[in-house]
Structures are given as structure tokens and as C-alpha cells.
């Protein structure tokens, strides 16, 4: 920690010499171009910090949407089968067995699922449907 301080501290002091000198050079004070410097660095390192610290921020906030949004994916609605039917958001995986706690009751409550099958049609106006039926059809809505 003190190493890290004290390399810090030797190249604002090494840039503000040299800005120093770049200041004498044409025939201005070096006093003002040393401490312009390092006014300059310090401002400098400052803002850089800020924008560093505004990206990890606005990175943090997206994993946390991403995290929530893939948690929608792998979550379900259900409600506790006590008396006061308590609702609650749970994780829920296909691959293990999945129980939660009640908030309300603090009964474990076991999640079972049922799947259902549906034929997947195409919308009878896009389907290739021959012009007179279609006519009649037409006739049939107006």
C-alpha cells in the first residue's frame, strides 16, 4: 500500500516537473507549470476514476436486470394451499425435486407441474385457402 503511494506520488511529481519545465521553456514562470500540472493530473485521474466508477455501475445494474430476467425464465407464481392462500414468486427447475418454505405459515410446500400439448395451427387468412372460399368467407364477416 505505502509502495503503491509513494509510486503515485513520484510520477505526479515527475509530470509536474516536467510540465514545469515545458512552462520555463517558453519563458513563463515554473512554479505556475509545476502546480498547473499537478492541479491537472489530480483533476484528471479524478474525472477518469468517476467514469470508470459510472461504467462499473451501469454494468453492475445490467447483470443485476439480466440476472432477474433469466430468473423469470426459471421462476413460477404459486400459491401456498393453507387457509390464507399466500402467493409467492419461487425458483423452479425441471431437473430436482422443488419445495419452498411459506412466508406466512412456514409449511414446506411441494411444486408438482402438468404439461399440456396443443397442435400449432397457422391463421386460416395467411393459410393457402382456395379465392372462392375465401370469398365466401369474406362475405360471410361483412
Known amino acids: 500500500m505505502l509502495k503503491k503511494l509513494a509510486l503515485q506520488l513520484f510520477a505526479l511529481l515527475a509530470v509536474s516537473i516536467l510540465c514545469g519545465y515545458v512552462f ?30 459510472l461504467y462499473v455501475v451501469l454494468k453492475s445494474k445490467k447483470l443485476e ?15 401456498c394451499p393453507c387457509f390464507k392462500q399466500i402467493r409467492d414468486f ?14 406466512e405459515c412456514a ?6 407441474t402438468t404439461t399440456e400439448t396443443a397442435v400449432v ?3 386460416i387468412l395467411s393459410a393457402n385457402v382456395d379465392p372462392t372460399l375465401m370469398e365466401k368467407l369474406k362475405d360471410a364477416i361483412t
Open 121 to 123: 395451427t397457422e391463421p
Open 107 to 112: 409449511k414446506t410446500v411441494s411444486i408438482h
Open 65 to 79: 436486470i439480466l440476472k432477474l430476467r433469466e430468473m423469470s425464465y426459471q421462476s413460477v407464481e404459486v400459491t
Open 24 to 53: 520555463a521553456s517558453v519563458k513563463l514562470n515554473f512554479l505556475i507549470g509545476f502546480f498547473s500540472g499537478a492541479v491537472l493530473q489530480v483533476f484528471g485521474f479524478y474525472l477518469y476514476a468517476s467514469i470508470i466508477n
Open 90 to 103: 419461487v425458483p423452479f427447475r425441471f431437473n430436482t425435486a422443488n419445495y419452498y418454505k411459506c412466508r
